[in-house]
């Protein structure tokens, strides 16, 4: 949704990398870029006033005009006011303190409200709760019946005592479901309301009525996030009519400009609680304004990737499969394993845009197809366990009936087991390296013996000149090892002394810091 917008700032921001100050004319022309991609965002006009004034304010002072690098401190300034436009703080429900915590969904018709309550439910009865559905929408067609078969994939219970199309009254249902949730020990009650196609007096007398005899602790304003400055009308006369406590932006994973995401929260002052991202239930999560703020700018989402992982990976496993890994046990059933768990945390291509400077590949990530997992997984499926765990014993009659198991060519089996092969070699490297165990030591010990053989066989040079500056080279060598290094740390390391004096570095890009010929970072000779 955002990829224009980031494309757009990331083209206001490369004409400051490299200089060393910032003029008044760079600072209007950057203002003037991110100006024209907010608004071709779709971000509503006063948002945009005030997010420019903001940020020009903010580049004009001293804090940047002495920056070392004035590009990364505008960029820095850019994102904290994008954290503050789109609410500043990731925010929680407010459960009641005697139960049930009743929840109101509100928002016009097609926003997404059935299919968000089932959502909802999913995620509250994850997080320990016992949620309870209720069919108020018993105006629109199989509105009822939608909400019970989601309830029924999120694997809650529903309330639903009226059939709808038109029959029974939406306030007494309401009304009529806290209590039954009271006795059934529901400690959550998400209440799913009707919409219009408009805002109308009708849909807020019905949702100011539903309001008052279930006194919810939560009205969350559903918005559709690709109907962009519209968004923010809805909203304000939701505010106005029947209030509201938080903002749930549904359809995030759209192709729209993604305005109503930086509008609304602004101009409405209510936060944006959570946020979906498709038509699967698993596709919703809490809204981080910092995390979001960080793709916008093509610098990843690090802890959402972490969460996802932690969700698809069970820590047992992750620790049993990294002993395999380092003790070269690693098996194509274990890759398999591995592939399938990354299939369920989403796309593949989701996952690498959450990664830092992938915003920079757009075009490669756009290449990216799901199908290439399935199809190596089907390969491997196609084996027998005992090819899956010895690859060697896969000649070429054997290869052949891969492939046919599976719909691919023997050149595309033997592509698998080749970068198979190098993977788990890599592997074996990076868990050696960082100590794991089954070879950690022995990986480490024959990298000493080949940098012994390598310091003896250089320890010899027939030309004289180039044998005397290895002998100044190996000298220097010693002396740094005896007092810390190059950059002249104390032999203990930093000590109680904190760091050593360095030069100022503003000086350094001013030209006249440099320190004196023959003499080291830290002033040594």
């Given at each position: 949704m955002f990829d224009t917008l980031s494309s757009r700032l990331d083209k206001a921001f490369s004409s400051l990398r490299g200089k060393g100050r910032l003029s008044e004319a760079d600072i209007d022309a950057t203002a003037r870029e991110i100006r024209v991609a907010l608004l071709e965002a779709d971000v509503a006009l006063p948002a945009v006033r005030a997010f420019i004034i903001a940020v020009r304010e903010r580049a004009r002072s001293a804090e940047v005009s002495a920056s070392l690098n004035p590009a990364q401190q505008v960029i820095k300034i850019v994102n904290e006011e994008l954290i503050a436009i789109l609410g500043g703080g990731t925010t929680t429900l407010r459960f009641a303190k005697t139960p049930p915590t009743v929840i109101l969904l509100a928002g016009l018709q097609g926003t997404g409200k059935t299919t968000l309550a089932g959502k909802l439910g999913r995620w509250l009865k994850a997080q320990g709760h016992t949620p309870l559905l209720v069919a108020a929408d018993l105006q629109r067609p199989n509105a009822v019946t939608q909400l019970q078969v989601?309830?029924?994939?999120?694997?809650?219970d529903v309330f639903a005592p009226e059939p709808g199309n038109g029959?029974?009254?939406p306030v007494t249902v309401a009304r009529d479901a806290v209590e039954h949730a009271r006795r059934r020990l529901h400690d959550v009650v998400v209440v799913d309301t009707a919409g219009r196609l408009g805002v109308d007096a009708d849909m807020m007398r019905q949702a100011a009525a539903i309001r008052d005899v279930t006194a919810p602790d939560e009205i969350l304003f559903v918005v559709d996030a690709m109907i962009g400055q519209d968004a923010v009308t809805t909203a304000q006369a939701f505010a106005d009519g029947v209030g509201f406590s938080g903002v749930v932006l549904t359809k995030l994973d759209g192709d729209a400009r993604g305005g109503a995401a930086l509008s609304v929260s602004h101009l409405t002052g209510r936060p944006i609680m959570f946020a979906s991202t498709?038509?699967?239930l698993e596709d919703f999560d809490v809204f981080h304004p910092e995390r979001m703020a960080s793709r916008i700018l093509g610098m990843g989402d690090v802890l959402t990737l972490i969460e996802q992982a932690e969700k698809a990976f069970e820590a047992d496993q992750a620790e049993a499969m990294a002993a395999k890994m380092a003790a070269s046990e690693f098996t194509l059933s274990d890759f398999l394993e591995?592939?399938?768990a990354v299939r369920k945390?989403?796309?593949i291509a989701n996952l690498l845009g959450m990664l830092p400077g992938m915003g920079q590949m757009k075009e490669q990530?756009?290449?990216?197809?799901?199908r290439d997992v399935d199809r190596v997984v089907a390969i491997i499926r196609s084996m027998t366990p005992a090819e899956r765990h010895d690859p060697r014993i896969l000649q070429a009659s054997?290869?052949?009936?891969?492939a046919r198991g599976s719909g691919v060519t023997v050149t595309e089996v033997n592509q698998l087991l080749d970068r198979f092969d190098e993977a788990r070699k890599?592997?074996?490297q990076m868990a050696g390296g960082m100590g794991l165990p089954g070879g950690g030591q022995r990986s480490r010990a024959a990298s000493n013996r080949k940098t012994s053989k390598k310091a003896k066989g250089a320890s010899r040079k027939g030309n004289p000149a180039a044998r005397a500056a290895q002998t100044q080279a190996q000298k220097a060598a010693t002396e740094a090892r005896r007092t810390g290094g190059p950059l002249g740390l104390p032999p203990g390391g930093l000590g109680d002394g904190g760091m050593p004096d360095m030069p100022d570095l503003s000086a350094l890009m001013r030209g006249d810091g440099f320190p004196p010929s023959g003499q080291g970072r830290g002033g040594r000779r």
């Open positions: 989601v309830a029924g994939r999120a694997g809650v029959v029974g009254d498709g038509e699967a591995q592939m399938l945390m989403g796309p990530l756009s290449q990216i197809d799901d054997r290869k052949a009936r891969v890599v592997m074996k």
